[in-house]
């Protein structure tokens, strides 16, 4: 492959489950899920050149060190390029820069995100025009999330992740108002698969909540949304992991309209009125905790080339600066 052509840049978002209710184990031994998963304006940056190898590199200005990454023959990245070669009997290679933003086992999808912006970027960069099903169904493979962020934008996730569907059914340009939250983060690492052995799985949240959840969102109305937000995870999270407990409480006491607990933690977010009250949560938490104002991209695109700095202009690419009104 020529090295002439010039590098392919993707943004990768963090995501927040509006809504996770967790069924009984099935047959194939995954969980039975229902879950309102939605980008947030926090990314990883992901750079693509072409080369003769697969080589991953970690950028400087990341704010994750590299050894929170783990070992490279389990990084999602690398997994995602070697299953197009093997797949497309390809022998082209890439040099990925990565610059991490998003917190590593935080429930926050940065590893799934990656690997869905790696499947995008190489199918491009490589030629070779795979539709996005298929797509989807070689990143299932590696994740019961990542077909959620290979689709892109807000996605209800069914099955054990793999089953799709489209929170609305409205135009593509019909827009839905973001959410503004404040996401925290105690450094916890919350192991995913120690968190559902340790659940005690019934879908007993209400099955209405989603309908809730999806129309509150759409109309921008944070006060009937703040009561339906479900985790079935939360409670033994919570018992289990005390720090996260403790940043959800801080998150409480700043004046969030609501705290959740974001896919399997240890990430937790609070719902705020609008950019001024985030702003506002935000200066009260604790020194020391991590945390970042963000809002909700209903409409993402994780191939998508589209001009970031236009969505989320800020320095650290975490905290976005548009103002959303209030409910």
Same mark, same amino acid.
């Given at each position: 492959?020529?090295?002439?052509?010039?590098?392919?840049?993707?943004?990768?978002?963090?995501?927040?489950?509006?809504?996770?209710?967790?069924?009984?184990?099935?047959?194939?031994?995954?969980?039975?899920?229902?879950?309102?998963?939605?980008?947030?304006?926090?990314?990883?940056?992901?750079?693509?050149?072409?080369?003769?190898?697969?080589?991953?590199?970690?950028?400087?200005?990341?704010?994750?060190?590299?050894?929170?990454?783990?070992?490279?023959?389990?990084?999602?990245?690398?997994?995602?390029?070697?299953?197009?070669?093997?797949?497309?009997?390809?022998?082209?290679?890439?040099?990925?820069?990565?610059?991490?933003?998003?917190?590593?086992?935080?429930?926050?999808?940065?590893?799934?995100?990656?690997?869905?912006?790696?499947?995008?970027?190489?199918?491009?960069?490589?030629?070779?025009?795979?539709?996005?099903?298929?797509?989807?169904?070689?990143?299932?493979? !590696?994740? %019961?999330?990542?077909? $959620?962020? +290979?689709? &892109?934008? *807000?996605?209800?996730?069914?099955?054990?992740? #793999?089953?799709?569907?489209?929170?609305?059914?409205?135009?593509?340009?019909?827009?839905?108002?973001?959410?503004?939250?404040?996401?925290?983060?105690?450094?916890?690492?919350?192991?995913?698969?120690?968190?559902?052995?340790?659940?005690?799985?019934?879908?007993?949240?209400?099955?209405?909540?989603?309908?809730?959840?999806?129309?509150?969102?759409?109309?921008?109305?944070?006060?009937?949304?703040?009561?339906?937000?479900?985790?079935?995870?939360?409670?033994?999270?919570?018992?289990?992991?005390?720090?996260?407990?403790?940043?959800?409480?801080?998150?409480?006491?700043?004046?969030?309209?609501?705290? !959740?607990? %974001?896919?399997?933690? $240890?990430? +937790?977010? &609070?719902? *705020?009125?609008?950019?001024?009250?985030?702003? #506002?949560?935000?200066?009260?938490?604790?020194?020391?905790?991590?945390?970042?104002?963000?809002?909700?991209?209903?409409?993402?695109?994780?191939?998508?080339?589209?001009?970031?700095?236009?969505?989320?202009?800020?320095?650290?690419?975490?905290?976005?600066?548009?103002?959303?009104?209030?409910?």
């Amino acid at each position: 492959m020529s090295h002439q052509i010039a590098p392919l840049i993707l943004h990768a978002p963090a995501k927040v489950n509006l809504t996770l209710q967790v069924g009984p184990v099935r047959p194939d031994g995954f969980h039975e899920l229902d879950s309102l998963l939605i980008p947030v304006t926090l990314f990883d940056t992901l750079r693509f050149t072409p080369a003769n190898t697969l080589e991953l590199l970690h950028a400087p200005d990341s704010e994750i060190p590299p050894e929170a990454l783990g070992a490279p023959e389990h990084n999602l990245i690398l997994r995602a390029a070697r299953l197009l070669q093997r797949e497309t009997s390809t022998s082209f290679g890439a040099t990925i820069h990565l610059t991490k933003r998003i917190p590593t086992g935080a429930g926050l999808g940065g590893g799934s995100s990656d690997c869905a912006a790696t499947l995008h970027a190489l199918n491009r960069l490589w030629n070779l025009n795979l539709p996005i099903p298929r797509l989807e169904a070689l990143s299932a493979t !590696l994740g %019961s999330d990542i077909p $959620a962020f +290979v689709r &892109g934008g *807000a996605q209800r996730m069914l099955g054990r992740g #793999e089953r799709l569907e489209s929170p609305w059914n409205t135009p593509e340009n019909a827009p839905i108002p973001p959410l503004w939250l404040v996401l925290a983060n105690c450094g916890t690492h919350c192991s995913t698969k120690e968190v559902y052995a340790h659940c005690t799985p019934a879908l007993t949240s209400p099955p209405e909540v989603y309908y809730t959840v999806r129309s509150s969102t759409a109309r921008g109305a944070v006060s009937e949304l703040a009561p339906a937000l479900v985790n079935d995870l939360q409670d033994g999270v919570f018992r289990r992991y005390p720090q996260v407990a403790q940043s959800a409480r801080e998150l409480e006491q700043a004046g969030a309209l609501r705290v !959740l607990l %974001s896919g399997s933690g $240890a990430t +937790v977010f &609070g719902l *705020a009125r609008n950019r001024r009250h985030a702003e #506002e949560m935000a200066r009260r938490l604790p020194a020391g905790l991590w945390n970042r104002i963000v809002h909700t991209i209903a409409r993402w695109c994780n191939g998508s080339t589209r001009d970031f700095d236009s969505l989320c202009p800020s320095s650290n690419l975490g905290r976005a600066t548009t103002d959303s009104g209030s409910d």
